[in-house]
T-cell receptor, first 118, second 113 residues
């Protein structure tokens, strides 16, 4: 079973629209970390955010915001007023801390391809 | 610049050939790992290391070998390349396991024909 599910394979929006990328995770650990990475067409992985399991506060960084809800095991990512430069593949990832056999591994979702049209 | 350096950026191999993908970091990170990225699959862990002399298998280790003789370097060896190993390979490092932010290299695009 996938530990991280990104159900949206592709999303297309027009510039200035808001868009939310969904991420649902699965873990039995009480301590874990969630990440979002951006992969632009150039191919590198760009770190966006890290959130630990004890901090459910939503976070806003410019046009980016993240909504973490442990009750639904979700860590969704919203881009407000999208821009063409936001076009990329976005990955959600999970790292478990307590489990010895999986400690340190990053489990990635399959990614969401976001295309922002001008 | 501090970070994770991967070489080469592109490589074409013939089936059966062997090669080594290089990964070096200058941040004194103990934890290093290799991932492969395939279309629609996200990134999957191949091998990882928690320090010099210590390595372990990840999710998809078959056909790959690793060693960690120094803190800085973590090469990935393809013993006998197969078309199924056509992929983009990423090396990552972090200062600890679990909650640390991971720094990724720029990737190696490998094609096996």
């Amino acid at each position: 079973a996938q530990k991280v599910t990104q159900a949206q394979t592709e999303i297309s929006v027009v510039e200035k629209e808001d868009v939310t990328l969904d991420c649902v995770y699965e873990t039995r650990d009480t301590t874990y970390y969630l990440f979002w990475y951006k992969q632009p067409p150039s191919g590198e992985l760009v770190f966006l955010i890290r959130r630990n399991s004890f901090d459910e506060q939503n976070e806003i960084s410019g046009r980016y915001s993240w909504n973490f809800q442990k009750s639904t095991s979700s860590f969704n990512f919203t881009i407000t007023a999208s821009q063409v430069v936001d076009s990329a593949v976005y990955f959600c990832a999970l790292s478990e801390v307590n489990r010895g056999s999986t400690l340190g591994r990053l489990y990635f979702g399959r990614g969401t391809q976001l295309t922002v049209w001008p | 610049n501090a970070g994770v350096t991967q070489t080469p950026k592109f490589q074409v191999l013939k089936t059966g050939q062997s090669m080594t993908l290089q990964c070096a970091q200058d941040m004194n990170h103990e934890y290093m790992s290799w991932y492969r990225q395939d279309p629609g699959m996200g990134l999957r862990l191949i091998h990882y290391s928690v320090g010099a002399g210590i390595t372990d298998q990840g999710e998809v280790p078959n056909g790959y070998n690793v060693s960690r003789s120094t803190t800085e370097d973590f090469p990935l060896r393809l013993l006998s390349a197969a078309p199924s190993q056509t992929s983009v390979y990423f090396c990552a490092s972090s200062y600890s396991m679990g909650g640390a932010s991971y720094t990724f290299g720029s990737g190696t695009r490998l094609t096996v024909v």
